[in-house]
């Protein structure tokens, strides 16, 4: 049988990773990371690293690993370098995901992705967990995590996907859960073990 497909997004600093590993931790559930894929799959794809360099010029990479400083402020100051991007590595990843989901025989199993709603791949998806958060915990989030000021994240938020967008697309109906306004570990985790009962009782 075919496992449920999950998937989780959110904007950056709204805490995807972290839900994603309390579903690993405390339930089991395989996780997928499309952004983490993306790096790994930056630095080892001759076909992907020749094709940023083409758009990019020769700057993007530092010999074959990807020069994510000078790159980061290329796209994230300009939305169609962004689009650029994804349109590179995107198909790669969904190969990659295609792939793996292949090795697993379980109830569901998640996809983490910055990017489920912009190339119409919620589409596929069962059911959709959407993260948001306060743009003050986002900013102290972020500006801890990868050291990055305030105009910097925001520049980087400016070109994701906004919730209300998202709610304006049909045909999600009941399949999607948004956690609003998360801000601390442990709400993460209560909403971890609530959406997974509530994911389990539609597949049995």
Not at 53 to 67: E, Q, R, T
Not at 86 to 96: A, T
Not at 181 to 191: A, T
Request: proline residues 1%.
């Amino acid at each position: 049988m075919k496992s449920i497909l999950v998937g989780i997004t959110g904007n950056i600093g709204t805490g995807k990773t972290l839900l994603s590993d309390y579903f690993k931790k405390e339930n089991g559930i395989p996780i997928y990371s499309s952004d983490q894929k993306c790096k790994i799959l930056m630095n080892k794809s001759s076909i992907i690293r020749k094709n940023i360099i083409k758009y990019f010029g020769s700057k993007s990479y530092n010999g074959k690993k990807i020069n994510k400083n000078f790159l980061s402020k290329i796209i994230f100051n300009d939305l169609n370098a962004l689009n650029i991007l994804c349109s590179i590595v995107h198909p790669w990843v969904e190969l990659d995901f295609e792939k793996w989901r292949k090795n697993y025989n379980c109830p569901y199993i998640i996809k983490e992705s910055a990017i489920l709603f912009e190339y119409g791949n919620y589409k596929e998806f069962d059911f959709i967990i959407i993260l948001t958060s306060f743009l003050e915990k986002i900013l102290e989030r972020i500006i801890k995590r990868d050291k990055l000021n305030k105009i910097e994240i925001l520049n980087r938020l400016n070109n994701q996907t906004k919730i209300n967008d998202i709610k304006k697309i049909k045909n999600i109906g009941n399949r999607i859960f948004i956690i609003e306004n998360n801000s601390s570990i442990y709400q993460l985790k209560k909403f971890s073990i609530i959406l997974h009962k509530k994911i389990i009782k539609t597949i049995i």
